[in-house]
């Protein structure tokens, strides 16, 4: 057990001190230590956890590490994940907002910000192909969903809690469009 948590809180506490950008940023890293570090879960289980956690209010990281915590090693895990995705932010937030206030203006730091926004976007990009694999979108009506989704998002500008409800109900109500036939 307490090597299960130990465990927990190294594979959270490293996604989330490693990772610039919030939640979004740190499921990438998350994926690589949940799925290819430790092996608890396959990459479909994970899209299946992120979807999932995409659809609850707050922020997505701590919600990832309470579930695949929980999965684990229960209500012990739940926490041990949650702690190890917060604390760092919380201390780091602490520590570097000083600094970010004295240094804000200075060029070497807007620099650095501006080097560090378009690597998130490839680590959210990375992340966001590995999730749609053969694996995990085993039927054309998948893709589908997921273009469809895309232009109501970003063309039509959609509220994406309406296009995950949404979508949630037509995984309800079609059921025989969404499953492929075995």
């Not at 956890?49 to 895990?77: R, S």
């Not at 080097?115 to 680590?123: D, H």
Request: aromatic share 10%; with cysteine.
């Amino acid at each position: 057990m307490w090597k299960n948590l130990f465990d927990i809180f190294m594979a959270f506490f490293k996604a989330s001190i490693l990772s610039y950008g919030g939640g979004p940023a740190s499921i990438p890293l998350m994926r690589s230590e949940v799925v290819g570090v430790y092996k608890w879960f396959t990459n479909e289980q994970f899209g299946d956890a992120l979807a999932i956690g995409n659809t609850l209010p707050g922020p997505i990281a701590p919600k990832m590490a309470a579930y695949i915590g929980y999965h684990i090693e229960g209500v012990a895990g739940a926490v041990t994940g949650v702690l190890a995705t917060v604390a760092p932010t919380a201390v780091a937030v602490i520590i570097l907002a000083r600094f970010l206030l004295v240094f804000k203006d200075a060029p070497r730091m807007k620099s650095m910000l501006m080097v560090a926004k378009p690597l998130v976007v490839v680590l959210l990009l990375q992340s966001a192909i590995e999730l749609m694999t053969k694996q995990n979108f085993p039927h054309y009506a998948m893709y589908i969903i997921a273009a469809v989704a895309f232009v109501l998002v970003i063309f039509v500008k959609v509220n994406p809690a309406i296009v995950m409800v949404c979508g949630l109900a037509l995984g309800l109500l079609l059921p025989d469009f969404i499953l492929p036939k075995a």
